[in-house]
């Protein structure tokens, strides 16, 4: 019982640090993301909201394939939590 217990909050350690470590990964490329758009509003001028407008359509469409991917695997692991039963 008590060994179970210290593993799963060992695995609550993990995952903890596993989202701190995404959103500050997910912030850096956020803050290079605006550096780039901006950059590019100022080269491309007014015809920039043209390009940006084509690249989040095709961005999208490729975000959702892979939010699908992501979706399964959470919904498997929701239903099937076997490394913390175990």
Not at 18 to 31: G, R
Request: hydrophobic letters at 40%; charged letters at 30%; aromatic letters at 10%.
């Amino acid at each position: 019982m008590l060994e179970q217990l210290k593993e799963r909050s060992i695995l609550c350690v993990r995952i903890k640090d596993e989202i701190m470590f995404l959103y500050k990964k997910i912030q850096q490329l956020n803050n290079a993301l605006y550096k780039i758009h901006l950059k590019a509003a100022q080269d491309w001028g007014s015809s920039w909201y043209i390009i940006l407008g084509s690249i989040i359509d095709s961005t999208n469409l490729e975000l959702e394939r892979k939010y699908k991917d992501i979706d399964s695997k959470l919904n498997k692991l929701i239903v099937e939590p076997s490394f913390i039963t175990n």
